[in-house]
C-alpha cells in the first residue's frame, strides 16, 4: 500500500474481508471490512518488552528503568547467524555498532566501533566484558600462520552457542560508570550457566 503527499490511501476489499494494520514498535490492528467507506485506525505502542531485563555495569535492570541507549542480541539471534565467531555474528544485528573484517583468515582480529570514531588518534574499539572480566580485542598471543602470521582475536575463541546475550551500551549515560574506558562503548557479554537440577 502507498500513501499520498497527505498520507491518504485507499484499499480495494469486499464486505467480510480482514484488513491487517501493523508497524514497527506498535500493535497490530485486525479490521472486518463491512459496509462502512471510511475506517479510522489508531494502533496502541507495543510496551511488552519494557519488561525485558538488561545487563548493565551495576546489574541487571528492566529496560523501562534503563534511560540510555542499549541495544540486546539474544542467543537465539546469534544461533540462527552461519558464522564460526560471535564478532563475526554481530555485523548488522545492533544499530550504530559498524563491525569490519581485517583480514580474511578465520579468528583474526575483528574491527569495531559504536556510533562512528569518537577520535582520529586513540583506538576506536568498544570495551569488551565477559561475565564480569574485561577483555581487550587485541590482548591475544595467539597467531596464525596462511602465508603470513596473523594475530588471532581472543574474542573468536568463544563459541557463539555459549553465549546467553549480548549488551551493547551507546551512549554516556550507559556507560558511565566505566569512565574513559568505555568512551567508545561497551559491548557486555553473558554467557550460559549451568543449571541446577533438583534432586528426586
Do not use: C, H
Amino acid at each position: 500500500m502507498v500513501t499520498d503527499n497527505e498520507g491518504k490511501y485507499s484499499i480495494l476489499a469486499s464486505k467480510g474481508s480482514i484488513l491487517v494494520f501493523s508497524f514497527v514498535g506498535m500493535n497490530e490492528e485486525e479490521i472486518v471490512v463491512g459496509n462502512e467507506t471510511l475506517i479510522d485506525i489508531s494502533l496502541v505502542p507495543e510496551i511488552t518488552q519494557l519488561d525485558e531485563l538488561i545487563v548493565v555495569g551495576y546489574g541487571k535492570r528492566k529496560k523501562s528503568e534503563i534511560n540510555g541507549s542499549v541495544a540486546t542480541i539474544n542467543s537465539k539471534d546469534i544461533e540462527s547467524l552461519p558464522s564460526t565467531s560471535f564478532d563475526e555474528a554481530l555485523k548488522g544485528m545492533a544499530t550504530g555498532l559498524y563491525v569490519s573484517s581485517n583480514s580474511g583468515v578465520p579468528g583474526s582480529r575483528v574491527s569495531m566501533n559504536i556510533r562512528g570514531l569518537s577520535s582520529i588518534s586513540s583506538g576506536t574499539d568498544p570495551l569488551f566484558i565477559i561475565d564480569g572480566v574485561i577483555i581487550y580485542s587485541d590482548q591475544s598471543g595467539l597467531e596464525r600462520s596462511s602465508g603470513s602470521m596473523t594475530r588471532v582475536s581472543p574474542l573468536a575463541t568463544i563459541n557463539p552457542n555459549d553465549i546467553e546475550s549480548i549488551q551493547v551500551l551507546k551512549d554516556a549515560s550507559a556507560t558511565a560508570i566505566y569512565g574513559s574506558r568505555g568512551a567508545n562503548g561497551v559491548v557486555l557479554i553473558t554467557t550460559k550457566q549451568v543449571q541446577k537440577e533438583k534432586g528426586r
